[in-house]
T-cell receptor, first 114, second 113 residues
């Protein structure tokens, strides 16, 4: 069974469009995350979210917004896409407590903005 | 916020040799240090992690050491194999309710047969 899944795997779109990436985890984890990996492979946290709090990395433009319809899903909405948004976006999830802090990553969504 | 520096950015070793990757962190409150392996086109996957209450952890050919005083930690891979070739990332975080990982910049490890 897939633990953390994302759709779509590839997304090609034009500047100015609005798009969404969906993420689902079936691990029963309490916390979910979005990371951005740029062309130089740098991995940067964008958001973390559990039932109680949303933490937004201060460098993330407000064109990006996470939306969680329920505990198993954390979708990423992006408005007014720009060329610099092209990257691979990874969703991840982790349990809220010990014994493990491991974050499980989804397969990634490669976003290309033209 | 936390800042994690990772060295080297690329590392080539002969099969069977050892590889060492080093990281430093800035936030003295960080207490969780995982290492992730990312193969080309794949997702990052945890290979080993260490919490601040221990100085060393080993899992078969992989070991991690942590020096809290100096704020640095290292990944050691012994008897390297071609399938160890990948990008390795160190990371650091606090163990609060929302544990945001701050990643190092990655090390491209190539194991030459």
């Amino acid at each position: 069974d897939t633990a953390v899944s994302q759709t779509p795997k590839y997304l090609v779109t034009q500047m100015g469009n609005d798009k969404s990436i969906k993420c689902e985890q079936n691990l029963g984890h309490d916390t979910m995350y979005w990371y951005k990996q740029d062309s130089k492979k740098f991995l940067k946290i964008m958001f973390s979210y559990n039932n109680k709090e949303l933490i937004i990395n201060e460098t993330v433009p407000n064109r990006f917004s996470p939306k969680s319809p329920d505990k198993a899903h954390l979708n990423l909405h992006i408005n007014s896409l720009e060329l610099g948004d092209s990257a691979v976006y990874f969703c991840a999830s982790s349990p809220a407590s010990l014994p493990s802090y491991e974050q499980y990553f989804g397969p990634g969504t490669r976003l290309t903005v033209t | 916020g936390e800042n994690v520096e990772q060295h080297p950015s690329t590392l080539s070793v002969q099969e069977g040799d050892s590889a060492v990757i080093k990281c430093t962190y800035s936030d003295s409150a960080s207490n969780y240090f995982p290492w992730y392996k990312q193969e080309l086109g794949k997702r990052p996957q945890l290979i080993i992690d260490i919490r601040s209450n221990v100085g060393e952890k080993k899992d078969q050919r992989i070991a991690v050491t942590l020096n809290k005083t100096a704020k640095h930690f290292s990944l050691h891979i012994t008897e390297t194999q071609p399938e160890d070739s990948a990008v390795y990332f160190c990371a650091a975080s606090r163990t609060g309710s929302a544990r945001q990982l701050t990643f190092g910049s990655g090390t491209q490890l190539t194991v030459l047969p």
